[in-house]
């Protein structure tokens, strides 16, 4: 008789996962990926020259027009700035695998869950961000020791960041309609 029970109960739960082992899978696949992407990217810009540095960030006429060498705290805040995005996109993975994590225990509309994709959305907003502004402040910084009239004000929007920012816009909407979801779920559940 209780298996009969339990298998009603089961098949009445909206909250019951679809494939808990396909949600546990993506969020370690995110935790993973999260963990390494920082590492990685700190390992290659390690490796990179300071005009391969310049190049990546699209400012090589403005480092070959310098007359003066590149100071050292210059080449640091190069190699800080190289590691903004990959860590704002290593947030938006753990974030993103926190959501899966409760999805896989059947928690798809938990306070959590929603907290975790708006996680997911800051992230993805704050690397949309940082692409748009960090052409804009590392050419001021290269052109720090410039004579005047040879500094640089660098401007650059490209439409991998303004789709990154629009789709931050949507799964932030997206975590809103779950957190009323959420809400609607809890009031019916102090009817039963």
């Not at 298998?7 to 990926?33: E, G």
Request: proline share 4%; with cysteine.
């Amino acid at each position: 008789m209780s298996d009969v029970h339990t298998t009603a109960t089961q098949a009445a739960s909206p909250h019951k996962a679809d494939n808990p082992t396909r949600h546990r899978v993506l969020a370690r696949l995110c935790w993973l990926i999260a963990i390494t992407l920082p590492l990685l990217a700190l390992v290659f810009l390690l490796s990179q020259s300071l005009t391969q540095l310049a190049q990546r960030a699209g400012l090589v006429a403005l480092l070959l027009d310098r007359a003066a060498p590149i100071s050292a705290w210059q080449h640091v805040v190069l190699l800080i700035a190289g590691l903004l995005a990959p860590l704002c996109m290593a947030y938006t993975l753990w974030q993103a695998g926190r959501c899966f994590a409760f999805f896989a225990q059947g928690q798809y509309f938990c306070g959590q869950a929603v907290a975790s994709l708006r996680g997911v959305a800051a992230g993805m907003f704050a690397a949309g961000v940082v692409g748009v502004l960090l052409p804009t402040a590392l050419g001021l910084l290269l052109s720090v020791g410039m004579a005047p009239g040879r500094r640089a004000l660098v401007l650059s929007v490209g439409s991998q960041e303004l789709m990154l920012l629009l789709f931050a816009a949507i799964v932030w909407q997206i975590a809103h309609v779950m957190r009323q979801a959420a809400a609607l779920a809890e009031e019916n559940a102090q009817f039963v």
